[in-house]
């Protein structure tokens, strides 16, 4: 940094540290001169370096600024100096934007400071000039149109002159849409005049970017309007009332949502028969029936009739209409109309199709969540192409004026790609696709820098292996986290990888040793660190071993890790058992199978039933497998081995079948009084654990569970087979005797499992999706069809 950049960040570092105490901030007089004294000491501090830089420069702008803002602070304040100074600056530039700057705060000083209205709008004016002649800058452009016309706005407003006040609020809104006051303050002045389908534009505005309580004020203006008779022509605003009411019923006088409802639905009935080519009322009958009285077909019916008038795709509305469609099994062949989206409202239908598919795919719906991360995927694409049509070229509505949510859109859109990637396992990689997607991310970050941008791009790279770009957005994506954080060892470990990929051993060894010593020198004994770094040793040695073949290497390069006292001291056990099984593995792939033994059988007497290493423990070599000794697990994947050459079809639908005594005889094959559970791994991603006959407790203490558990790591979800026996007792003819009959009931069961919820509920065969229900009736005919084949 140059001189004059080092003293420009010393005066908005002093800056920053005034304090600005409003009217009725409440504090001591001892604490107010306190304060002044300390804001005395740092204005003269900040002056004193303002002064040195403008006596090398007098037209040097940044500093220049600065003293327009100190003499507008909380112990200098001299309008002289200020507007002096803004003169200055004026003089002393061509650069419309630093001009723009400068009549900003000329106009703000004659308005507030010195109350001289008219001075302000010349300066104002003044201002819109310069914005005119700025160049291939649309966005700067709306953003400063918007904000002085609005400015221009509350002047008139102030001055009495309402008429003038609102037309500046229109043009304001042409070019800020999402301008809170604006719209707020405008939209209820052009209500106020009368003016209603503009006042519609400016208040609908409010309600879409700010919904919240404060529209409840402008709604009840809409309803005295509308109780006068005022709106019959101006359904756009009746329809934005009777929204708002829908939320807030409560607030004009009804108890219930429905009875809102009921309220209007006669008179949308009757504009419907009376004028069916009104569009808006169409669409509030759609919105009645789908939401107050939750009748999907009759909403279809008036978002279709809609659609039909308008013949366009405009707004959010879409994203409802599709899934509405897809709740009534209705084909989209129909609804292929132009589509004309701004960016915000494509975004919208976007993320709204993001979310229906992800719940879809969390429910294993994987067919029907790719057709929405598909629909998702389209619409976002649209999205994209009016964002980067305003913001390359200039072109399109100023709604669009908006990076942050078009770098939230470049995230959501980079994702769903990189998702359908992923889902479409069967399909060769679109590399087109995915390299789409890192431009999506990198696009974004530019936009508006947020990390996630950064971490979703380094998720595609992965898929992509486009190393060259992940270290790009690794390096960027580290100066979000501290040193040595679990966050930045997530980002090492990618980057190790990816170094290890492409075969750059060398970059690959130093870069670990490097993190190594990095760390070790940190003396950080911080146990989650310790785990982290431990995760990235374990990936470098694997790699040596598995990959590269290079045994003793590993030997070596194992021993001299967790040789270093903290690894072991702060994390014992995760240390020794993937040092001892690296060695173990080690020395088995040279040959030297006592060695190798020794240290698999430590693994085994150590951390044989801590559950966190299970994994480990049973990835051994075949001769050292240590589940090998269970008779049972034996005998359960031998079972489930059995391959027939026919397997039959058990429905579990059909109550004609046996069901009871199948699942009875496969779970006593297992399990007996004496040892009545037994388990086993029988795919990597597949548990079994069947359970005896137990007794409930009380006041159920005449039935008894048997059960038989299919447990999905990957899925996280358990198929429970559940045999209910019990006996049912009845009393003999005229009351005498009593008659006991055993009965019994096979129950299939569904468990989803989450990590934030304790207590599962299970679902019920009938209510699970037919994807689980097909996955439970394959595995009850094969373990079925392989009982009835011991029987015979």
């Given amino acids: 940094m140059s001189e004059v950049q080092l003293k420009l960040a010393e005066v908005k570092d002093l800056y920053s540290q005034l304090q600005f105490l409003e009217e009725d901030t409440q504090v001591s007089d001892e604490e107010k001169i306190l304060i002044f004294n300390q804001n005395q000491l740092l204005s003269e501090q900040i002056l004193v370096a303002i002064e040195e830089v403008l006596s090398n420069d007098a037209k040097q702008l940044e500093a220049l600024f600065w003293k327009v803002k100190i003499f507008n602070g909380p112990y200098f304040n001299d309008v002289s100096v200020m507007l002096n100074t803004t003169e200055q600056i004026l003089d002393s530039t061509t650069d419309r934007e630093q001009k723009v700057e400068a009549y900003d705060w000329k106009a703000w000083i004659y308005s507030e400071k010195l109350e001289m209205k008219d001075r302000a709008i010349v300066a104002l004016e003044d201002k819109l000039i310069e914005i005119s002649q700025v160049q291939n800058k649309r966005s700067f452009q709306d953003t400063e149109f918007g904000d002085t016309y609005y400015r221009l706005a509350t002047i008139y407003e102030q001055l009495d002159k309402e008429e003038t006040a609102a037309d500046y609020y229109l043009l304001s809104h042409q070019h800020t849409p999402n301008h809170f006051y604006q719209s707020y303050h405008g939209g209820r002045l052009l209500l106020k005049q009368h003016r209603f389908d503009e006042a519609f534009l400016l208040l609908d505005a409010y309600k879409s970017y700010y919904p919240g309580e ?16 005022l709106l019959h022509k101006h359904w756009n605003l009746f329809r934005l009332f009777f929204n708002i009411g829908m939320e807030f019923y409560t607030e004009f006088g009804v108890a219930t949502v429905k009875e809102w409802g009921q309220k209007f639905l006669p008179l949308i009935l009757n504009e419907i028969d009376q004028n ?19 009748n999907s077909k009759k909403a279809y019916e008036g978002y279709t009739q809609y659609y039909h008038i308008i013949q366009k795709i405009s707004d959010s509305l879409a994203s409802t209409y599709i899934v509405l469609c897809e709740k009534l099994k209705i084909s989209l062949d129909h609804f292929d109309y132009p589509i004309e989206l701004d960016g915000l409202d494509g975004y919208a239908i976007h993320v709204a199709l993001l979310e229906k598919a992800t719940d879809l795919a969390e429910h294993g719906e994987n067919e029907k969540a790719i057709y929405f991360y598909e629909l998702s995927e389209f619409y976002g694409r649209k999205a994209y192409v009016a964002y980067d049509d305003y913001f390359t070229h200039g072109i399109g509505s100023s709604s669009n004026n908006s990076p942050h949510e078009f770098a939230l859109l470049c995230n959501n859109l980079g994702v769903v790609i990189k998702t359908l990637i992923e889902l479409k396992v069967d399909e060769e990689l679109d590399m087109d696709q995915a390299k789409f997607a890192i431009a999506l991310h990198k696009r974004g ?15 595609v790279c992965k898929l992509a292996n486009d190393f060259e770009q992940l270290e790009a957005f690794s390096i960027q994506l580290l100066t979000y986290y501290e040193t040595y954080s679990v966050y930045w060892f997530n980002v090492q470990l990618n980057r190790l990888r990816a170094f290890l990929s492409k075969g750059d051993f060398d970059r690959a060894e130093s870069f670990y040793y490097e993190l190594k010593n990095g760390f070790e020198a940190s003396d950080d004994e911080d146990e989650d660190k310790v785990s982290e770094m431990i995760d990235i040793a374990l990936e470098f040695i694997t790699f040596i071993r598995y990959e590269n073949k290079q045994y003793q290497k590993a030997i070596d390069l194992a021993n001299e890790f967790f040789d270093t006292p903290i690894y072991t001291k702060m994390q014992e056990e995760k240390a020794f058992l993937y040092w001892w099984y690296n060695l173990g593995w080690a020395y088995y792939k040279l040959g030297e199978l006592d060695t190798a033994q020794k240290y698999f059988l430590k693994m085994k007497e150590e951390y044989g039933d801590t559950e966190q290493f299970q994994s480990a423990l049973k990835d051994l070599p075949s001769e050292f497998d240590l589940e090998s000794g269970s008779v049972k697990s034996k005998k359960i994947k031998d079972f489930y081995r059995q391959r027939q050459e026919k397997v039959f079809d058990f429905a579990i639908t059909d109550k004609t079948k046996n069901h009871e005594a199948h699942l009875k ?6 399990v007996d009084q004496e040892d009545p559970e037994a388990e086993a791994w029988i795919e990597e991603n597949i548990h079994v654990h069947l359970i005896g006959k137990t007794q409930r407790e009380a006041p159920d203490t005449q ?6 558990d299919f447990y999905f ?5 358990t198929i429970r087979f559940n045999l209910v026996e019990w006996t049912e007792t009845k009393k003999g003819f005229f009351g005498f005797g009593t008659q006991e009959k055993k009965r019994s009931k096979m129950y299939v069961l569904f468990y989803h499992f989450k990590e934030d919820e304790e207590h599962i509920l299970p679902i019920d065969f009938d209510l699970e999706s037919e994807y689980y229900q097909r996955k439970a009736q394959y595995l009850w005919n094969q373990w079925a069809t392989n009982a009835l084949n011991l029987k015979e």
């Fill in 445 to 459: 970050y530019e936009l508006a820098p947020f990390w996630e941008n950064l971490a979703s791009g380094i998720a």
């Fill in 713 to 717: 790591l990957e899925q996280n979800v």
């Fill in 276 to 294: 069916p080519s009104n569009q808006i009322a169409w669409r509030m009958y759609g919105s009645h029936y789908l939401l107050i009285e939750k």
């Fill in 665 to 670: 005889q496969i779970i006593d094959l297992f």
């Fill in 703 to 708: 039935t008894w569970d048997s059960m038989l």
């Fill in 214 to 229: 404060a529209t409840i004020v402008f709604a009840k203006e809409i309803q005295e309007l509308f109780d006068r008779g």
